[in-house]
């Protein structure tokens, strides 16, 4: 009955990572999701076989999921990394009364 249940769990975490990335163009959120599944699936292994091989799979995927974790949290690494508009060649970012042009308007 476990690895029955371990490989439907499996599948359900495949299917809700992809469906979840699709549906909210979010592709940090359903790997998150597809590793709390697979998380779920292994300590379930572990649970029907308590033997090194659950132990070693299960542990396998919680220092994965540690480790996508973290590297998730931050920022994408380009990030900031923008480089500005460039401005036209006549535009100085000086209001018009200080380059010594004058209008008509007002007066």
């Known amino acids: 009955m ?11 975490a495949l299917v809700t990572g992809v469906i979840t990335t699709l549906s909210t163009g979010a592709l940090r959120s359903g790997v998150r999701i597809l590793l709390d599944l697979l998380t779920a699936a292994g300590l379930l292994r572990l649970a029907g076989d308590p033997g090194w091989n659950g132990l070693a799979g299960a542990v396998a995927i919680i ?11 931050g920022p994408p690494p ?17 209001p018009l009364a200080a380059t010594g042009e004058t209008g008509k308007a007002g007066g």
């Open 78 to 94: 380009w990030y900031g990394r923008q480089s500005r508009a460039r401005c036209a060649e006549d535009d100085h970012h000086l």
């Open 63 to 73: 220092a994965l999921r540690q480790l996508l974790g973290v590297a998730l949290s």
């Open 2 to 12: 476990t690895p029955v249940l371990v490989t439907a769990v499996t599948a359900l």
